[in-house]
């Protein structure tokens, strides 16, 4: 088995920033998880619309503008 030789003054020397680097991602992973709740919240208290509720958006506009059409069909059958 080949045995390495690792240089560990080149080690040392990077650990204090490879900490810094390990801590500055665990707040940046920290803050965008903060953000996903706060829009996951946002969404369920129905403040963003989603592609579903726009889907069903989609529907009701459909269904109104049919009984437009009806009405207005009854409307000239009437004159």
């Known amino acids: 088995m080949a045995t390495t030789n690792i240089d560990h003054t080149l080690v040392e020397q990077d650990l204090p920033e490879a900490v810094k680097l390990l801590t500055n991602m665990t707040e940046q992973v920290a803050a965008v998880t ?12 129905k403040v963003f619309q989603t592609a579903k509720t726009n889907c069903e958006f989609g529907r009701r506009h459909r269904k109104i503008k049919e009984y437009q059409k009806a009405a207005l069909s009854l409307q000239h059958l009437k004159m």
């Not at 903060?34 to 208290?45: D, E, G, M, Y």
């Open 34 to 45: 903060s953000h996903i709740q706060h829009l996951k919240r946002l969404v369920q208290n």
